[in-house]
């Protein structure tokens, strides 16, 4: 028998009209801050299947805006984001376009910072849950539901077990991890969800790992 879980059933707190498109949204918007790691200052946002259709009557794009300003989907100024956007000098575009085989209720977005920047596609899947599915052109699959730990590395020898090693000393759990690369010898990226949370001490280790060229860590959301 399939399980049911609560957000089957009930939706989420948060601001309205709908936990798909526009609870969802904001949770992707927020993920996406997240993992670039700084206020976002520029966003470039392509909405696919149903979010592309329905984006304006159901608020998503106020709702993904509220996510790239911090905004967790209980947040009461979610119906003004986009004017808070304004007085913060983000800068936003929003576009129609073909992910291809995909949730209907995709968005790439393309995030810049003072310095860096980050690419992120992912789905609203109902009830407020999101799909991660793709960073920097590297396949995940992250959901909020745990804290993770995510790296950019140099695919080298050595990196991956003094990363788990960390973690380790730390009395940190990993629950699931998955790493992605293109080619061998280039840059890979790690994502380890944990059971426990992960202190700033922990991440400061990571950092010093050689080959370690980025560390993010992502709170659940």
């Known amino acids: 028998m399939a399980r049911i879980g609560l957000f089957?059933?009930?939706?989420?707190?948060?601001?309205?009209?709908?936990?798909?498109?526009t609870a969802g949204a904001v949770r992707l918007g927020l993920a996406t801050r997240r993992i670039l790691g700084k206020d976002v200052t520029k966003a470039q946002v392509t909405l696919h299947g149903s979010f592309a259709a329905t984006y304006w009557g159901?608020?998503?794009?106020?709702?993904l805006i509220a996510g790239l300003l911090g905004m967790a989907m209980d947040d009461e100024r979610i119906p003004h984001a986009l004017e808070i956007a304004e007085e913060a000098g983000l800068e936003y575009t929003f576009e129609h376009g073909d992910l291809?085989?995909?949730?209907?209720?995709?968005?790439?977005i393309q995030a810049e910072g003072s310095e860096d920047k980050v690419v992120i596609a992912g789905a609203s899947v109902g009830g407020g849950r999101i799909n991660i599915f793709e960073v920097n052109g590297f396949d995940v699959g992250v959901d909020g539901t745990y804290t993770t730990l995510m790296t950019m590395h140099r695919d080298e020898p050595g990196v991956i077990a003094e990363v788990t090693k960390v973690l380790a000393i730390h009395g940190i759990n990993i629950a699931f991890l998955d790493v992605s690369r293109k080619t061998r010898?280039?840059?890979a990226l790690l994502l380890a969800e944990t059971d426990d949370l992960i202190p700033d001490l922990?991440?400061?280790?990571v950092m010093r790992i050689p080959g370690v060229i980025v560390v993010r860590i992502l709170p659940r959301f």
């Open 58 to 63: 159901h608020r998503t794009d106020v709702a």
């Open 8 to 21: 089957d059933v009930v939706g989420p707190i948060m601001v309205g009209p709908s936990s798909s498109h």
């Open 185 to 187: 010898g280039s840059k």
């Open 202 to 205: 922990a991440l400061q280790h």
């Open 100 to 108: 291809g085989d995909v949730h209907p209720n995709s968005v790439r």
